[in-house]
């Protein structure tokens, strides 16, 4: 298809304008005010800049572009409705997957087709490499490094996302060791780099390399993406998605630089940078650096032998837990993981409703790695319709606890464990935590007498001044409820 010559020009500003849109579009995302605004703009961006690319030069097969699109939008509707809150870590993990493992796709086809054009060079020995191999393959020496880089780190995101989204979803055990398993995994990233840079080096050189360094190279990538991800625990999946959404972005904007496609660049730049960002964050947040995250116990129970836990745990019923929230100046909820697999957010949400009505002062408190993703509990309260001046950050409800009549925790475990301050042989000694052991009172609504998905065993369940509401979140909510009309006659 031949378009007049301006035509890429105004695709190249189309490109620039789908840039500012995504960058509009992730401030606004910044707040949970404008969070739908951004999605919007941000789509909307993402919409003009895959219009403007039907007409970039040399475009063809639009047949199945235009089929490839319509699958993924529907099949990625319908997941969208369907999908549960609860299930929305195990979504972001698969769909990150997929834009990693599309960049390594789009990364080893170039390679595949530079190399194809290689082989079709009679004698390449004679030939300097300069001269030919870009006009032969169409990719210069930096694009060829950015080519194997992005594949790598696609490759990785590809198969390590989908890891996460197996144990997260429950088909794989949230741990898996094995003996010497750091060397192993040594070993498998190495030889990935030497296949790769064996036929990287072929290639600048300007000859053809052999097909089965450049499998070795995807394969291995591949099988390292699985085996640096299998023995992180559970409990810092929310680390290891923004990890991967982080690599997932740099692997698309390497690959633009390959294509020379300005919006890949800039989408995939954007992407990593915030995935960088909110790794860090995430990682400060559990107090440990991103390697100890990579490479440590965190998440397995632990290799040192833990501190014992001095008290018992106190059971009490719903009525009597609504009485004592009644009567109290200052309630702060916590939620947790264990609140959305029970779908109890509106529930609790009511329950917060009448204690406002009484006149009490409540608040949502916030971990920032509550949940299986960052910002997992603000989803879930937003989708009830918390009020967000309600809702609280860690830094800025921790003040507050001392004055707190009664802290409610609702599937909440490690992010309030206190072994975290205490603890020194703890895997999660250091970590801040939400200071609800501080509160004056302490209601734990768990379902049963189990560990949390650190399987650390948590020392506020057994303090004086916590009692154990047990049953199903959303049942012991509704018992709240019920028990807190019947105040009122």
């Not at 995101?157 to 192993?184: I, N, Y």
């Not at 837990?321 to 779908?343: C, F, K, L, T």
């Not at 960052?374 to 009830?384: C, I, K, R």
Request: hydrophobic letters at 55%.
């Amino acid at each position: 298809m031949t378009f007049p010559a301006w035509v890429p020009t105004v695709v190249e500003a189309i490109y620039f304008s789908a840039a500012v849109l995504f960058i509009w579009g992730l401030k606004r995302m910044s707040s949970p005010r404008t969070a739908r605004q951004g999605i919007v703009w941000a789509g909307v961006g993402m919409a003009t800049a895959i219009l403007a690319t039907f007409f970039l030069p040399g475009m063809h097969n639009l047949g199945w572009m235009v089929g490839a699109i319509a699958v993924g939008v529907v099949l990625s509707w319908i997941i969208g409705r369907r999908v549960p809150m609860t299930a929305m870590p195990q979504m972001v993990a698969l769909f990150n997957g997929m834009g990693g493992g599309a960049a390594a796709a789009i990364g080893a086809l170039e390679l595949i087709r530079f190399n194809a054009a290689l082989l079709l060079v009679p004698d390449t020995a004679s030939i300097q490499p300069e001269a030919w191999a870009g006009a032969a393959a169409g990719l210069s020496p930096v694009e060829l490094v950015l080519a194997f880089v992005g594949v790598l780190i696609g490759a990785i995101s590809f198969t390590g996302s989908l890891v996460a989204f197996a144990k997260l979803q429950g088909w794989m055990d949230r741990r898996f060791v094995f003996p010497l398993q750091r060397w192993v995994n040594l070993a498998i990233f190495v030889v990935a780099i030497v296949c790769g840079a064996i036929a990287l080096a072929a290639g600048i050189d300007g000859h053809a390399f052999a097909w089965g360094w450049l499998t070795a190279f995807i394969v291995l990538a591949l099988v390292f993406g699985v085996a640096m991800t299998l023995p992180i625990g559970g409990a810092d999946m929310p680390v290891v998605i923004s990890m991967y959404n982080a690599f997932t972005g740099l692997a698309v904007a390497f690959e633009g630089f390959v294509l020379q496609n300005e919006a890949m660049i800039i989408a995939g730049m954007v992407v990593g940078a915030a995935g960088t960002l909110l790794t860090q964050l995430m990682a400060k947040a559990m107090n440990r650096s991103l390697g100890n995250v990579l490479f440590g116990n965190f998440g397995g129970g632990g290799g040192a032998a833990q501190q014992e836990i001095a008290g018992s745990l106190k059971p009490i019923d719903a009525n009597d837990a609504a009485v004592m929230m009644a009567y109290a100046e200052r309630v702060a909820i916590v939620p947790g993981y264990g609140m959305a697999v029970a779908q109890a957010q509106h529930k609790i949400w009511e329950f917060a409703k009448l204690l406002i009505d009484r006149g009490v002062k409540v608040k949502f408190a916030i971990h920032p790695v509550a949940g299986r993703m960052p910002g997992h509990m603000n989803v879930l309260l937003a989708e009830a319709g918390v009020p967000y001046d309600l809702i609280e950050d860690m830094d800025d409800i921790n003040p507050e606890f001392p004055n707190t009549d009664v802290a409610l925790v609702i599937g909440a475990n490690d992010v309030v464990n206190p072994v975290a301050r205490t603890d020194k042989n703890s895997p999660i000694y250091g970590m801040p935590i939400l200071d609800v052991s501080k509160a004056k009172n302490v209601i734990v609504i768990k379902r049963g007498r189990g560990k949390g998905f650190a399987g650390i065993e948590n020392a506020l369940f057994y303090a004086d001044n916590t009692r154990m509401l047990y049953g199903d979140g959303q049942a012991a909510a509704g018992e709240l409820v019920t028990g807190l009309k019947s105040l009122d006659g």
